[in-house]
């Protein structure tokens, strides 16, 4: 890191991301961007879409808003700890004739895509979002990997995981959102879908504007609190950002919630949403970025989403040569 202050550093990055941001413009997809260093804007433009303080579809990144509300309820003992089961916190969401190891599955489990469930994601995703209930047809799956074994990403798995959060807590998964992450952030969180039963969707269509997404990334940055207001301990994001299994398709491992990697050294952590919806934290880098891209066209890992990680790196590189 260099000496000089942090305006003259943060003057010094903006000059030298000149090249990066026209690189950016050229991306079809992309939105928004917004690159904060020490919590400071050294990037901060919109290319198409609403403003940078307007709420948009965020997609899976909700999986991680989802994480993060579950370090909430641990803080609060509402859940005693990710290795709690479905049968210790909520044993009325198991449907009848369920397979007895889906009371096994723990909240860690849901977290990391280890339910060892088959996917709602995917092929199998119109199916199951018409469905008559979502979390009874999730935990009615046949079981295609043990709970602990590979990573199989499902959004049927975070849903489950935000019914119980519901269970354990008495509140709404939008209420959670809005007392526990949108008031100590000063962000708001507009309501979003709902499951057949009234509850909130969990894993998708949640939406942040990209400021939001900023303090939501730095909110992990600085350990779980904001200023004077501590939302989550030290240990939490410590536990989300450890790797439990890896992903099949981009190869970044995977913690509670999160996409982990390292760049020059420095572990960076990625919230995803489908079409290109990203914040990226990288502590030691004092680097928050936020993505905002088209919601309805895919970002596959060879393609537009590797190039938004290109992006990403060459931020990190950026930033580290300060």
């Known amino acids: 890191m260099c000496a000089w202050p942090l305006a003259g550093r943060v003057g010094a990055l903006e000059r030298s991301f000149e090249a990066l941001v026209a690189r950016a413009a050229e991306f079809e997809q992309l939105r928004s961007l917004i690159v904060s260093v020490d919590g400071e804007d050294v990037v901060s433009r919109v290319f198409a879409g609403p403003s940078l303080d307007t709420p948009v579809n965020v997609k899976s990144v909700s999986k991680t808003i989802v994480s993060a509300l579950t370090g909430c309820a641990i803080e609060r003992g509402e859940i005693a700890s990710v290795a709690a089961t479905l049968g210790d916190v909520a044993p009325g969401l198991i449907p009848n004739g369920a397979d007895p190891q889906v009371a096994r599955i723990t909240v860690e489990n849901l977290l990391s895509m280890q339910a060892g469930?088959?996917?709602?994601?995917?092929?199998?995703?119109?199916?199951?979002?018409?469905?008559g209930n979502w979390v009874a047809d999730a935990?009615?799956?046949?079981?295609?990997?043990?709970?602990?074994?590979?990573?199989?990403?499902?959004?049927?798995s975070t849903h489950v995981l935000g019914a119980v959060l519901s269970e354990a807590t008495g509140l709404s998964l939008l209420d959670q959102a809005r007392q526990r992450l949108g008031a100590p952030l000063g962000i708001e969180i507009p309501p979003w879908t709902r499951d057949p039963q009234g509850r909130f969707m969990g894993g998708n269509q949640m939406a942040l504007s990209p400021r939001g997404?900023?303090?939501?990334?730095?909110?992990?940055?600085?350990?779980?609190?904001?200023?004077?207001?501590?939302?989550?301990g030290q240990d939490w994001?410590?536990?989300?950002?450890?790797?439990?299994?890896?992903?099949?398709?981009?190869?970044?491992?995977?913690?509670?919630?999160?996409?982990?990697g390292v760049e020059r050294g420095a572990q960076f952590a990625l919230?995803?949403?489908?079409?290109?919806?990203?914040?990226?934290?990288?502590?030691?880098?004092?680097?928050?970025?936020?993505?905002?891209?088209n919601p309805d066209q895919p970002a596959r890992s060879q393609g537009y989403?590797?190039?938004?990680?290109?992006?990403?790196r060459d931020t990190m590189g950026l930033v580290a040569r300060g």
């Open 213 to 232: 997404m900023v303090r939501f990334g730095a909110l992990y940055r600085q350990g779980g609190a904001i200023g004077d207001t501590r939302v989550f």
């Open 271 to 293: 919230a995803r949403g489908y079409g290109g919806q990203v914040i990226c934290v990288a502590p030691d880098l004092g680097l928050v970025v936020a993505i905002t891209s």
């Open 139 to 156: 935990l009615g799956r046949d079981f295609v990997a043990a709970p602990g074994g590979r990573m199989l990403y499902s959004t049927g």
């Open 117 to 131: 469930l088959e996917r709602t994601s995917g092929p199998n995703y119109g199916q199951w979002i018409a469905s």
């Open 237 to 260: 994001v410590a536990d989300s950002w450890t790797t439990r299994t890896r992903s099949p398709w981009s190869g970044l491992g995977y913690g509670l919630g999160w996409f982990l």
């Open 305 to 312: 989403f590797g190039d938004l990680m290109g992006l990403l």
